[in-house]
């Protein structure tokens, strides 16, 4: 599976952005999508994720209220609308998939197959 992150950009605080993630070359729908981010000088966290075949969708606190997970199994993608930004979601987004048991689906080690990143910068 080969995944192709694309949506980041600049915006300012407030504003929404929604990321797109799209497979090529396996049955992205089977596997868990995740999103994870990265700010600079920090380690690489959880942010949501939406279980294979039409499954649950997962926040962490942090995200909750403000992000949605989705998917298009059509078109092999999965999406985060992210709305209300703070200056604190600024980081490289990474979406992944993978096969996570319920209590691993935020563990980073947990997907086998990871996108490029794209940069979301929220500043005014």
């Known amino acids: 599976v080969q995944l192709q992150a694309s949506g980041g950009g600049v915006v300012q605080p407030g504003g929404s952005l929604r990321l797109s993630c799209t497979a090529s070359g396996g049955t992205f729908r089977t596997y868990t999508g995740g999103w994870f981010r990265q700010a600079p000088g920090k380690e690489r966290e959880f942010v949501a994720a939406i279980r294979g075949n039409g499954g649950s969708t997962h926040y962490t606190d942090s995200a909750k209220g403000r992000f949605t997970v989705s998917r298009d199994s059509a078109k092999n993608t999965v999406y985060l609308q992210m709305d209300s930004l703070k200056a604190e979601d600024t980081a490289v987004y990474y979406c992944?998939?993978?096969?996570?048991?319920?209590?691993?689906?935020?563990?980073?080690?947990?997907?086998?197959?990871w996108g490029q990143g794209t940069q979301v910068t929220v500043s005014s």
């Open positions: 992944a998939a993978g096969r996570p048991i319920l209590s691993q689906i935020a563990t980073v080690s947990q997907y086998f197959y």
